[in-house]
């Protein structure tokens, strides 16, 4: 293809329209695309009846040149999409042995024999290809004609991704719709909100108009999105552009591409050997969560409390009553004592803790809901520091969580300064 | 109006397209919609350019009744919408100096001056309505003309829901569009597949072909939502045959509606006046976030530890360490020594503890990756169950959450006969 062709996506289910369930097949295939250099250029989703299909079908076919759609290929009376999508094309559709060979086997191997229903899905468009489907039943479909190409996915997530990674992929990339390389560079990055952000790179922005910016804003986290406009910018161009992007955003720049707060501390820990422990009131798991979901992380984090009552916080991290009866558990001083504490109890070298208020009930003049602080033990001392958040319980949460894990990586790095200036001290 | 409108939502926004964001405005106006009986039937997502604008406008202009746009209502030069939507329409937009008092007021009590690229969100359709937005400076802008309806809501979540809710559903509602009542039933299931699920359901299918009935499926949970097909069916009605469904799902049942199965732990929790600690392993801090992300939850969930390691396991949560030399620490034995070890140590009621190996490394011939073994510790008794799971990571560490939050439900619902039963031995 010689221009850049327009991509339309048709996602298929009553499920996304009804607010049961997000469409995660766009973002998918959004992410996918766009990281080969063919952002999606509209998308829409439609119920599976079939004057609508058809009609929404060929306005689609009218105007874009890449059709993929998701779903409705399933074996049950309420899957029209390939009967109607067929005729609203005028394509015939023919009956495909290989396919039934291919469902029969598939139900052996799992010790079924195959209904009658599975019959509908053997059917392809008469000149068209067949996506193998590894992992379920109904076969993608594919369609050429007049320049224009339409590919059927099936709707269950596992049974999509694998056939859209290992089957269109390769395919769009040969016929020259997709670039072979990455198209576009993320920059995480944590501590500024996006108007800041978005003023730091004023000068890259400035200095490269052939480059697009998009920013995302995720409880505390701004993603900034450098994408060429032309697929001929070089990839080590974009590169150099990243690493000068890098510079200006000094010590909020988290990483390049998708990593998690939590991940670049494990990674700094790994780097140091060093083992953490976590405790917190509020956020009540999701701090440990965070390092629990990175596999491996086993070796770095040793584990947490989730001291969520006065108790807890005294017995199972040490936290002294007197703190709490002069301070309160919402407190600078108990957020210390927290991670001093749990350091000691789970024989870390680091301790990171929170306390606050994450709503509704609960704070007071001097801490209102929102207010939270984040205690950090190391090596080389202890700190703390405070934020305020607004939003709801479960985004105060997530915010916190952030923050925790944004600080302790900025200390660690800094840390790698420390631990020349005091190496006499330790050990 | 007298027929069932057509609703369509069109929203706008190039991050929606590159897989940056989930289309979450989508969900949020589905449920609200849905819930009182105008289920959207279409959507797309185009991005804001002006001939991709007029033209997808106009089609979805002729096509349906409710159209209802989100963002693109900005400041800056890149939100067109207004301008563009209005040309698609030929109808005229006129300058509401109204409009502009507000932001000013807005701004000033923010303690900054309105800029000049803000006079552009003072325009409204010359026939039109707005829509005050109290959380930014877009107004919603409302459009009427041959029994069709425009609704332009901003972009921003927090902007756009309290513009929703409290301007929009009131005015959907006095025109007819939306019914007074909530127009469905959620009944929430857990423990069985959605095959099993469907299967129970069918007598009620069957005797009410006035239904539709929805299933939604998320990491073992199984959602049936019950709806209408005419919106003369009273409440009533409606409540009765999902009681009649209630009986036909047994232990299934969760509860009506959408509360989380740590909600439904926690209503039994409070009824018997009792507390929880948990011990988690693979879960690794998800299984007590559950239960932190319900407000007032303090009075009955005391805490956890995330035992990640060994160590900690012993030292912690009290797990004598020949049961983790004989057996392991992903054995129903070690399960059951953490739930009763953390019930101890916090001084708690009951416990609730998760090991396992949520992969993708670990396992082996007798625990593969995947196994999950949750132990239960009541006042009557303790009990070890195991499950085994695919997927990812990530699902794995959910699906054991729910596992384990279904079986306590489970527990404590039989727990009241045990109560019955075995109340002359404790106390």
Known sequence: MSKTPIVEVINFGDELLVGIRENSHLVYLGEQLARYGLPI???RVITDEALEIRRAFLDAWNYSDVIITTGGLGPTADDKTRENIAAALGAELVFDPEIEAAIKARFSLLGYTMGKDHLRQCYRFANGEVLHNERGTAPGLVYAKDGKLLIMLPGPTQELTPMFEQLVLPKLQKIGALSAEEAYLQIRTCGSGESAVEQTMQPIVKANPELTVAYCVHYGIVDVRLSPRERS??????????????ELLGDDFVCFGHCSLAKVVVHELRALDRTLAVAESCTGGLLSNAFTNIAGATKFFVGGVVCYSNDVKVAQVGVPESILE??????????????SGIAERLSSDYGLSVTGYAGPDGGD???????IHVGYHSPVGVWCKSFRYTGGRLDVKTRAVHAALDWMRRKLRQYKVEEFLCCGERD
Do not use: F, Y
Not at 326 to 339: L, N, R, T, Y
Not at 365 to 371: I, L, R, S, Y
């Open 326 to 339: 002069q301070h309160g558990a919402v407190s600078p001083e108990c957020a210390i004592a927290m991670a």
């Open 365 to 371: 003049d001097k801490n209102p809901v929102g207010t």
């Open 233 to 246: 910018m070089p990839w080590e161009k974009l590169k150099a552009i990243g690493h000068e992007a890098r």
């Open 41 to 43: 250029r509209r998308s």
